[in-house]
């Protein structure tokens, strides 16, 4: 029984924070994402530092890897196979070499996110079984340090395009999309992966000859439109890198035209492969510390 002479004890306050097992079937948070923003900066920045450490010519590394690629596929479906490509409204067709170029600049960004995400769980191991962090920062970092490189490469690319081509019209307002819906399919495929693969190594070996297989099945240094007979469109157009990279290359070059439809659809299947990617990250993240 409580009297007048007895104190009264005030209730606790409420808890600012609580902590609670995450629900597999929840979002990504992405206000965590924010609070951790500085250390994603860190850990993409760490990446390209790593990479091009002692090396010779440093970040001159950026512009020759999609450069010496660009070549050997000018020389290889140019001057061998004698590949047509698309031509721009005044029917002019591009130098090969720059053709080329643009599309090995976008597909570095899907392969290299694809790549180094599918590794950042095995990779980092002593960082994620000790200190608590976001385990999604990890893979999100790759696309950060791709963007960097892609940047960069961008710059280059325009130099040529000015001294060998023209200046790009309004169409290039398509590019900042192509890029984050690449940037979404490779990070979608790249969470799944590095899930996978904290409890099935075998991940890290597929997902290199998944990467140079699609190289040759996607339109990177050729056109989809001029080189994939009529009668295998639909099909080709299944993948859905074909859509993006025409469209990529239309916005850069003006050269060919997009195909709306495969492009809408393209742009589906980066958005599913996104929260599919997403959910199953975080479905398989409370077991990462403990396997990996």
């Known amino acids: 029984m409580t009297t007048l002479d007895s104190p009264v004890i005030p209730h606790p306050a409420r808890p600012r924070l609580v902590i609670e097992p995450p629900s597999p079937w929840a979002a990504i948070s992405l206000r965590e994402i924010w609070t951790f923003r500085e250390l994603l900066l860190n850990f993409a920045l760490r990446d390209v530092k790593l990479r091009y450490r002692q090396t010779i010519l440093g970040v001159v590394w950026v512009v020759l890897q999609p450069l010496l690629g660009a070549a050997i596929f000018a020389f290889v479906f140019g001057k061998v196979a004698k590949f047509q490509l698309p031509a721009d409204a005044a029917g002019r067709r591009p130098p090969y070499l720059l053709f080329a170029m643009a599309g090995m600049m ?173 959910y199953a990250f975080n479905w398989m993240e409370r077991k990462f510390a403990d396997v990996v």
Not at 115 to 139: C, D, E, Q
Not at 207 to 236: F, G, N, R, W
Not at 243 to 260: F, H, I, N, R, T
Request: aromatic letters at 14%.
């Open 106 to 278: 976008l597909w570095q960004v899907f392969a290299g996110t694809l790549t180094r995400s599918s590794n950042s769980m095995v990779g980092n191991a002593h960082l994620v079984s000790k200190v608590y962090f976001p385990r999604i920062v990890l893979p999100l970092s790759t696309l950060s340090s791709a963007l960097i490189d892609f940047c960069v490469t961008l710059l280059f690319l325009l130099v040529l395009i000015l001294f060998r081509w023209y200046l790009p019209g309004w169409n290039v307002l398509l590019l900042p999309v192509c890029l984050l819906l690449i940037g979404c399919l490779a990070m979608g495929i790249g969470l799944l992966a590095t899930a996978l693969a904290v409890s099935y190594r075998d991940v890290q070996f597929i997902i290199p000859v998944m990467t140079q297989l699609l190289l040759y099945l996607s339109p990177v240094a050729y056109s989809a439109t001029t080189s994939v007979p009529a009668a295998y469109q639909d099909k080709y157009f299944l993948n859905p890198l074909a859509g993006l990279l025409e469209a990529y290359k239309w916005s850069v070059l003006s050269v060919g035209q997009v195909q709306w439809g495969y492009f809408a659809y393209s742009a589906v299947v980066c958005v599913a492969a996104l929260v599919v990617g997403a």
